[in-house]
């Protein structure tokens, strides 16, 4: 079976947005679990304020990031497997993908939510702020806060598997999935 290397935009968006989502995952659980909200002296933490201004500009770009990425996909379709793989296989593999894709864009959407929801406002690096569409709402507000926080967790363990996939393909099938999603010319 010969293989057919990837697109340089689809390694390109694969690695801008596993890199986003990954550092994303990791900044979202340090602030909330390093960085309180308040000081000793019960004053606001300013410095959480302008880490969580960072982590919603970071999100809203990788919103936009991961758009394009999906409308480039279903422009391009699917990349053809590397070979001929078990049906069981497929199934999780593509149920994998299918969940991280999702996850792309429920945690940046569910981010939004949640703050509008809350009465505040989501800036982009201090240029703009994105227009209020979602109404202030405890409820909403509560619905996409467990959202985001359970989202996390579900993207987490996607991600383990899907990095799990790929470790398998290139050390026990020692197929090029991995290394054609690398960009090694060296496939065939
Ligand atoms: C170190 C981490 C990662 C590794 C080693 C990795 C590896 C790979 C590989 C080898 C493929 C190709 C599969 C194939 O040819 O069928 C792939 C595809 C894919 N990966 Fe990852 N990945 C990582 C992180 C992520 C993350 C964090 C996401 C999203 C949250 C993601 C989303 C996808 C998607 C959606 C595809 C399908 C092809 C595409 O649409 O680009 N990956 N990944
Ligand atoms: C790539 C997108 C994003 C990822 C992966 C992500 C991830 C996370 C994670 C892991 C947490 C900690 C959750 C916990 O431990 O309970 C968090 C918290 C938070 N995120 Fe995000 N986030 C993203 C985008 C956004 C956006 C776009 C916004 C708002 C516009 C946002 C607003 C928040 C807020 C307000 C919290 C704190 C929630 C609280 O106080 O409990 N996030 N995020």
Redesign the pocket.
């Known amino acids: 079976m010969t293989t057919s290397p990837?697109s340089k935009t689809?390694?390109s968006?694969?690695?801008i947005?596993?890199?986003g989502?990954?550092g994303m995952l990791a900044f979202g659980i340090y602030i909330e679990d390093f960085v309180p909200g308040k000081l000793a002296d019960g004053s606001r933490n300013l410095f959480r304020g302008e880490l969580m201004m960072l982590h919603k500009s970071i999100g809203v770009v990788i919103l936009t990031v991961a758009l394009a990425?999906i409308f480039w996909?279903m422009s391009e379709g699917?990349?053809k497997?590397?070979s001929v793989y078990h049906k069981l296989e497929k199934m999780l593999?593509k149920a994998a993908?299918w969940l991280?894709?999702l996850?792309?864009l429920i945690m940046p959407l569910s981010g939004i939510v949640m703050s509008q929801a809350a009465g505040k406002a989501v800036p982009v690096f201090g240029l703009f702020d994105l227009p209020i569409i979602f109404p202030e709402s405890k409820a909403l507000g509560g619905v996409a806060h467990e959202v985001h926080g359970i989202g996390a967790w579900v993207?987490i363990a996607?991600?383990s598997f899907?990095?799990v996939?790929?470790?398998k393909?290139?050390f026990i099938d020692k197929d090029a999935?991995?290394k054609?999603?690398?960009g090694s010319k060296n496939i065939s």
């Open positions: 990837l689809t390694i968006l694969h690695w947005i596993a890199l989502i990954i990425r996909r699917w990349p497997p590397v593999a993908i991280l894709l996850g792309t993207l996607a991600i899907h990095i996939g790929a470790l393909h290139h999935t991995l054609r999603m690398l």
